[in-house]
């Protein structure tokens, strides 16, 4: 069982950065891949990001390629996501998860915290 907490977002104007956080407990944080997803209203839900638990490779929706950067901290059981140059349609709420390297069904969700971009 792994607890996630997201914190971080807020409201920023179009062409500013914000840096999420998502902070693991329950279990062993390397073994687990870990992701960011969001929603928009209206919208359904965007698999956004992945830094994966072993060698850390990291993929990105095209939307975001460019802009955003998924990176973690095993000794600290963070994983993060700096956002750069944001545009209104990166507003969303932001989820972290957590799937088990050895057992991808246990997949785990944390609360989301709320990005909103405009001016």
């Known amino acids: 069982q792994v607890q996630l907490v997201e914190s971080g977002g807020g409201l920023v104007q179009p062409g500013g950065s914000l840096r999420l956080s998502c902070v693991a407990s329950?279990?062993?944080?390397?073994?687990?891949?870990m992701s960011w997803y969001r929603r928009a209203p209206g919208k359904e839900r965007e698999l956004v990001a992945t830094i994966r638990a072993a060698g850390g490779s990291t993929n990105y929706a095209d939307s975001v390629k460019g802009r955003f950067s998924v990176s973690r901290d095993n000794a600290k059981n963070t994983v993060f996501l700096q956002m750069n140059s944001l545009k209104p349609e990166d507003t969303a709420v932001y989820y972290c998860?957590?799937?088990?390297?050895?057992?991808?069904?246990?997949?785990?969700w944390g609360q989301g915290t709320q990005v909103t971009v405009s001016s």
């Open positions: 329950g279990s062993t944080f390397s073994y687990y891949h």
């Open positions: 998860s957590a799937t088990h390297s050895f057992a991808p069904s246990n997949i785990y």
